[in-house]
């Protein structure tokens, strides 16, 4: 019999496909998260996978999982089913290697005969692979082997002092068991910094489970986090098991925890405090070995304050907080994360790039990143995306939105002129008004302003520094 796995965290598409794909005669199993997936592909091998692209463990997605199968279990094909249609989704899909992709929503007849018509394929491909005599010699070593490049690390550690802190933290946290609450704004990598907590913890080889809060539905959030019975509500078709159960063991991450309504918060301070659970609908409970991290770009005690976050929770939740800074107060990283966001991308689309032009790295040194380090990572991709294969890329090729912040000249005052200041002092501001005029006429291109003024750039930075002109 011809196996399926299908991966979705929603479990009505879940037990919709098994339904459906299970009646035409397939073994069907699924999982609602990709880790989970993951490892039950080691266990068992499955024929087909039908995959969501976007999946509750963030750092898991359709492309990796692809990418994953086709490396690991290259006679396993992979349908993608997104509700997402996006170029650059589908670039990524194309270089993992699925076999078809299937936008939401979709009926049962269109993926009964998707199913087919892959499984068809993937025999008809298996069938045609000439099978060698037993007494065939081993191949030679092929001349030029297909190098395959490592992947680029997807973490960064910076090499600035908030970052160097930052890792600090992590570091002595990570050994513990304390519930953790990390704050910081949108896109600074708090989720990535529960990950790396879980990672180097005891804890490692278990699950790491992320629910993001925002999403969760007044009616689904206990489900959801606790699961349910059969039967237990409205469109309760299939039992669920809920967060808690699935991270025992593990880790359970909960983001954007400010969202949770008053009456799940309550629940789960029990959760927390007592470590059992018990599903919507059921009588029996759970005892559950987990260590819970948070994250909220909210200021929690700002909510407590205000009443909208229990205040016991925040107390139990707050056995440590870890604060991620904005990127704009880890300037040092720029070049570091730009480097090497640019050859994850390169990766992501097999395209070498120009090197960066020096005005634009300027203009991304200046711009203010509200969206952090997701907007910095999306910026790049873009550029490299737009910038044709080994072009120099420059700030044409930035968004126009962005353009006008990061190309605005800082207004730099010209410092005015004290007569009774000493010669020394005198040329000291000469200097300075003469370098900042330089550098807004050149739209502080450093390299520019250096040879306008015939120094070199070495010069000018060390001058820059000694005149505290920051730019
Ligand atoms: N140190 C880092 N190195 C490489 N990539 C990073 C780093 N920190 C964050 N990122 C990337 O930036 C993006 C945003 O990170 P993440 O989702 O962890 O942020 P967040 O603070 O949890 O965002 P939100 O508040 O919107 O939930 C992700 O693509 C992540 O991979």
Not at 417 to 442: G, M, T, W
Request: proline share 4%; hydrophobic share 40%; charged share 25%.
């Amino acid at each position: 019999m011809q196996s399926i796995l299908v991966i979705d965290d929603e479990i009505n598409i879940c037990t919709l496909l098994s339904t459906i794909l299970g009646k035409e005669g397939y073994h069907v199993e699924y999982s609602l998260s990709g880790a989970n997936a993951l490892k039950m592909m080691k266990e068992r091998s499955f024929d087909l996978v039908f995959c969501d692209y976007r999946l509750k463990d963030k750092e898991i997605d359709g492309s990796m999982i692809a990418r994953k199968v086709s490396e690991e279990h290259p006679s396993t094909s992979v349908i993608i089913m997104t509700g997402y249609p996006d170029v650059r989704i589908a670039i990524q899909l194309i270089k993992s290697g699925i076999s078809d992709y299937v936008s939401k929503p979709f009926n049962a007849g269109q993926l009964v005969l998707l199913a087919k018509k892959t499984l068809m394929r993937q025999q008809t491909a298996a069938a045609s692979t000439p099978s060698l005599p037993s007494n065939f010699p081993p191949a030679a070593p092929a001349p030029h082997p297909v190098v395959k490049k490592a992947p680029v690390n997807t973490f960064i550690y910076g090499d600035s002092r908030a970052s160097k802190d930052l890792h600090e933290q992590i570091r002595l946290i990570a050994s513990t068991d304390y519930s953790v609450i990390i704050m910081g704004e949108t896109g600074t990598g708090k989720e990535s910094v529960a990950h790396l907590i879980h990672s180097q913890s005891k804890r490692k080889d278990k699950p790491f489970i992320a629910i993001d809060c925002g999403c969760l539905s007044r009616e689904l959030g206990s489900s959801e986090l606790f699961g349910h019975e059969k039967g237990a509500f409205t469109g309760a078709i299939a039992a669920k098991t809920g967060a808690f159960v699935e991270a025992n063991g593990g880790t359970l991450f909960l983001d954007e925890i400010g969202n949770l309504t008053h009456d799940v918060q309550t629940t789960l301070l029990r959760a927390i405090q007592e470590r059992l659970v018990r599903a919507v609908g059921s009588t029996q409970e759970i005892r559950v070995d987990i260590r819970i991290i948070v994250a909220s770009n909210e200021d929690l005690q700002q909510n407590v304050l205000t009443g909208k976050f229990r205040e016991d929770l925040y107390y139990r939740l707050n056995e440590f907080t870890v604060n991620v800074p904005p990127l704009r107060e880890r300037q040092e990283d720029m070049p570091l994360f730009t480097q090497l966001f640019k050859q994850m991308v390169e990766q992501e689309l097999s395209k070498t790039c120009g090197d960066f032009q020096e005005e634009l790295l300027e203009a991304l040194y200046r711009y203010p990143w509200p969206g952090n380090i997701r907007e910095l990572k999306n910026v790049i991709r873009r550029l490299c995306l737009l910038a044709g294969s080994g072009e120099i890329i420059s700030c044409r090729h930035l968004p126009e939105e962005m353009q006008e912040k990061a190309l605005a000249p800082v207004a730099v005052q010209e410092a005015p002129f004290d007569h009774n200041v000493n010669l020394k002092e005198a040329s000291r501001l000469a200097e300075y008004n003469k370098i900042i005029s330089v550098l807004q006429k050149v739209r502080y291109n450093k390299s520019a302003a250096a040879r306008a003024m015939n120094i070199d750039r070495k010069t000018l930075y060390n001058k820059l520094q000694s005149l505290n002109i920051l730019l």
